[in-house]
């Protein structure tokens, strides 16, 4: 099935924040991880340090990128006997990082000390505090998740004393959220759900902004709901990685032809500015190297990873990957070479 017969699509060969012509990075790429029709392209503009496909999906189109896309299963508590260990570090680490008042008491006196000593390790805190996006229990208001698939984040935030509402244009996703964690969330794209103006303390979109047409407009759109003294925070690959520099057309991070745009964190910036927001802050952590040495190095060595999750992997790639981790982890102490850019905004 080629191309043209199977999805509509349109020569994007211009920078979308520049106007000016862009370089062919890379040809050929298929979808490595579910099975999506066509051959894609990448285009490069070394002004803006910013990525796109080329040819583009037209708008109609998109849904047919993810027919074969995650399920959105509700995540089941672990039955593990190290669950209650785990759960304890991360209280502990959000108690000490973020000032989330929970429990992390735990009666093993010598398991009470390796918890206190893991909750020390720098990977592990920005793993744990990257999982409720930095979000600080002094921050706590409305709460927006744009992209909420099937809501797990947002429970966890409510859980947690936050007023949360999200958005995400999967029905199927939109249910479990409903079902499983009596969430309200709105199905559709949030410039369809028209919030009033001023409404959010917060917003958030995880790996989200690489999947749209426009995110310009939907940066402008966050920036119209967004209170005041509100925060955008936005979280997405980042092209100027230590996994995208040792990969290449292998890294995950690429994912064509669902990832449209592929920001550095210098274009990131520049598509918020053009929205209007002011920049707060922007950083690049290692929290997610682990898992993408090991997505791009099953990619890399069979050509594709089904399903998206590496399963069955040899103790080898897992020692290369918690080295990779510990060395990017270091690095993006001088540089912004972290797998993902989190930017926090503001009006």
């Known amino acids: 099935m080629n191309l043209e017969e199977s999805i509509l699509v349109e020569e994007v060969e211009t920078c979308p924040l520049c106007g000016k012509k862009g370089k062919?990075?890379?040809?050929?790429?298929?979808?490595?991880l579910f099975n999506a029709p066509g051959t894609w392209s990448l285009m490069y503009c070394p002004e803006c340090d910013f990525m796109w496909l080329n040819p583009r999906p037209i708008e109609s189109e998109i849904g047919k990128l993810y027919q074969n896309y995650f399920t959105h299963e509700p995540v089941k508590p672990s039955k593990k006997k190290a669950a209650s260990f785990r759960k304890a570090l991360k209280a502990k680490i959000l108690n000490d990082t973020l000032g989330y008042a929970l429990d992390a008491e735990y009666k093993n006196k010598g398991l009470a000390f390796l918890i206190w000593l893991l909750s020390k390790i720098g990977p592990l805190k920005e793993l744990v505090s990257g999982s409720l996006m930095w979000l600080r229990a002094e921050e706590r208001g409305k709460l927006l998740d744009i992209g909420c698939g099937n809501g797990y984040f947002l429970a966890q935030m409510r859980?947690?004393?936050?007023?949360?509402?999200g958005v995400e244009p999967d029905p199927n996703a939109v249910k479990v959220a409903k079902e499983e964690y009596d969430l309200n969330v709105f199905c559709g794209a949030i410039e369809e759900i028209k919030f009033p103006e001023n409404s959010f303390d917060v917003i958030t979109m995880n790996h989200v902004i690489e999947h749209v047409l426009d995110p310009i407009t939907l940066l402008s759109e966050c920036k119209r709901i967004l209170k005041p003294n509100?925060?955008?925070?936005?979280?997405?690959?980042n092209i100027k990685s230590l996994g995208h520099r040792?990969?290449?057309?292998?890294?995950?991070?690429?994912?064509?032809?669902?990832?449209?745009?592929?920001?550095?964190?210098?274009?990131l910036i520049t598509s918020a500015e053009k929205a209007g927001l002011k920049i707060k802050n922007v950083f690049t952590p290692s929290k997610g190297a682990y898992f993408i040495w090991l997505a791009s190095r099953l990619i890399r060595k069979n050509g594709n990873l089904p399903g998206g999750t590496p399963e069955r992997v040899n103790k080898s790639y897992k020692l290369e990957g918690l080295l990779f981790w510990g060395l990017e982890y270091l690095l993006t102490k001088f540089w912004h070479v972290g797998e993902e850019i989190v930017m926090e905004a503001g009006k």
């Open 246 to 267: 040792f990969f290449k057309t292998s890294c995950f991070h690429l994912e064509p032809p669902r990832h449209i745009y592929l920001f550095s964190p210098k274009s």
């Open 159 to 165: 859980d947690l004393g936050w007023d949360v509402v």
């Open 24 to 32: 062919l990075i890379y040809k050929d790429l298929r979808d490595r």
């Open 230 to 237: 509100g925060k955008l925070i936005v979280i997405t690959p």
